[in-house]
């Protein structure tokens, strides 16, 4: 799942380059997309995280040890949404600045 943010959020990261560089309607219609597909590769790959850390607190039973799988697993599962929303930021500050060079 981490390759899916990693491909959407670059995607993303780069037309937002691109776009601050050289501002087209084209590349600011292709980030509204691209920004879509980065917030559901995030939602999925939390979904994803969050179920496999529940399945790995069932294999382990009601003990610690089944706690700490499942709190260590959901602590992970926060990383994928974090580091996609962080592509984002960065993409759309970009678009700011093509925005304000567009002007």
Do not use: H, N
């Not at 691109?18 to 509204?32: C, F, G, N, S, V």
């Not at 700490?68 to 990383?79: D, H, M, N, P, V």
């Amino acid at each position: 799942m981490g390759f899916v943010i990693l491909v959407s959020g670059v995607g993303a990261l780069g037309t937002a380059i691109a776009y601050a560089i050289r501002p087209t309607e084209r590349k600011l219609t292709l980030m509204r997309p691209l920004s879509l597909a980065s917030i559901f590769a995030a939602i999925c790959s939390f979904s994803v995280g969050i179920a496999t850390a529940l399945k790995g607190g069932a294999d382990a039973g009601v003990s610690a040890e089944g706690v700490r799988i499942i709190t260590a697993g959901l602590s992970e599962s926060f990383i994928p949404p974090f580091v996609a929303v962080a592509f984002l930021a960065v993409a759309w500050l970009l678009v700011a600045l093509g925005l304000q060079r567009e002007a």
